[in-house]
């Protein structure tokens, strides 16, 4: 029985010391908010703070962080990033625009880049969408082009269909890249390894086992074959990640329940209003089927040649050839 309970022992202090060395091994700190503003941010960085109104009927503050480039006077576009990204992936595409006579304008959408979070750990497409419409409302833009990449593209559908024609917002045109469709924010299967994950006991340890080799793995499954992120920029998406509570956030964030039906609703508006669509995709993406341009475009009521898609591409067609695929999106705005 005393051997037994030795062997058992040591076996505990054995699966102690594994979980220990692994944690050492893992382990990757936060980057604080005010060093990371003093780090990241750029000559024209700008800061906005705005509220909410959440489902609770509540007001929900935050604080978000935004590039704006170009003459004031010129035409905006407004670009929005995907899941676990920021507005500097839009960075390659914004010389050539702001020569082709746009004023652009980049936002760190809500628990990304140099932005805050909500304070209830609650996010969605309407809230992410509100924020950047009382940004524009702030800047004074009200007519503009506006387009995103995968769930920054489920924003900017979001946002045309709710806010174009009321108090004269004018969307001319909506640009959607490897974008999210609508799909039910409930819906998603109950996992208890993930609940596990989420819980208040081990999301703040495990939110920080996060290390650059794993995030380049991660990356390198986004990108197509045409390219492989380079070092900057696993460096860039790395770093962002780290900002004091992002990764938390992750694991802990809850999602409003918008149902199918009123996405849908909204993606009709954009159909009855005439406005004008561009669908950029990778073909080899792996995270959202480029069979997803069929239901847009059925959706959308599409013509073929309003859908592009990049047989060598990815997740994210702007950083992998952003030579390729900005002339593209130059000639959807000059049209």
């Known amino acids: 029985m005393r051997l037994l309970i030795r062997i058992t022992k040591y076996i505990v202090l054995i699966f102690l010391s594994i979980i220990l060395l692994l944690s050492l091994i893992l382990f990757r700190g936060d980057i604080s908010y005010v060093d990371a503003i003093d780090l990241f941010s750029e000559e024209e960085s700008e800061f906005f703070e705005t509220d909410v109104l959440g489902l609770d009927q509540k007001n929900h503050e935050i604080t978000i962080h935004y590039l704006?480039?170009?003459?004031?006077?010129?035409?905006?576009?407004?670009?929005?990033?995907?899941?676990?990204?920021?507005?500097?992936?839009?960075?390659?595409?914004?010389?050539?625009?702001?020569?082709?006579?746009?004023?652009?304008?980049?936002?760190?959408?809500?628990?990304?880049?140099?932005?805050?979070?909500?304070?209830?750990?609650?996010?969605?497409?309407?809230?992410?969408a509100e924020v950047v419409m009382n940004l524009l409302t702030h800047l004074n833009i009200s007519s503009?082009?506006?387009?995103?990449?995968?769930?920054?593209?489920?924003?900017?559908?979001?946002?045309?269909g709710t806010y174009h024609g009321v108090n004269q917002v004018n969307v001319l045109?909506?640009?959607l890249i490897d974008s999210i469709y609508p799909t039910n924010a409930s819906g998603a299967p109950e996992s208890g390894f993930i609940n596990v994950l989420s819980s208040d006991l081990?999301?703040?340890?495990?939110?920080?086992?996060?290390?650059?080799?794993f995030f380049k793995q991660l990356l390198n499954g986004v990108y197509g074959s045409y390219t492989s992120p380079s070092d900057q920029v696993i460096d860039r998406y790395y770093s962002m990640l780290r900002v004091n509570g992002h990764r938390l956030s992750i694991l802990q964030n809850s999602s409003e329940d918008i149902s199918t039906e009123d996405q849908m609703t909204i993606?009709?508006?954009?159909?009855?209003?005439?406005?004008?669509?561009?669908?950029?995709?990778?073909?080899?993406?792996?995270?959202?089927?480029?069979?997803?341009?069929?239901?847009?475009?059925?959706?959308?009521?599409?013509a073929a040649e309003d859908i592009i898609i990049y047989p060598d591409?990815?997740?994210?067609?702007?950083?992998?050839?952003?030579?390729?695929?900005?002339?593209?999106v130059i000639d959807f705005l000059e049209s």
Do not use: C
């Open 313 to 328: 591409l990815g997740h994210v067609p702007m950083e992998e050839d952003p030579e390729r695929t900005i002339l593209d």
């Open 173 to 175: 045109g909506l640009i």
């Open 68 to 128: 704006d480039y170009g003459h004031p006077e010129d035409t905006p576009i407004v670009l929005l990033h995907g899941a676990f990204s920021s507005a500097l992936t839009f960075e390659p595409w914004k010389d050539e625009l702001i020569q082709n006579g746009y004023r652009v304008i980049l936002v760190d959408l809500p628990y990304h880049g140099l932005s805050t979070g909500f304070g209830d750990q609650v996010t969605s497409i309407r809230r992410s």
């Open 267 to 302: 993606l009709e508006k954009i159909v009855s209003e005439n406005i004008p669509v561009l669908i950029l995709w990778g073909e080899e993406d792996t995270w959202i089927s480029v069979e997803t341009t069929e239901l847009f475009k059925e959706t959308l009521d599409l």
């Open 202 to 213: 081990v999301a703040p340890l495990v939110s920080k086992m996060t290390p650059r080799f």
């Open 144 to 160: 503009f082009y506006i387009g995103g990449n995968s769930m920054g593209g489920g924003v900017s559908w979001y946002l045309t």
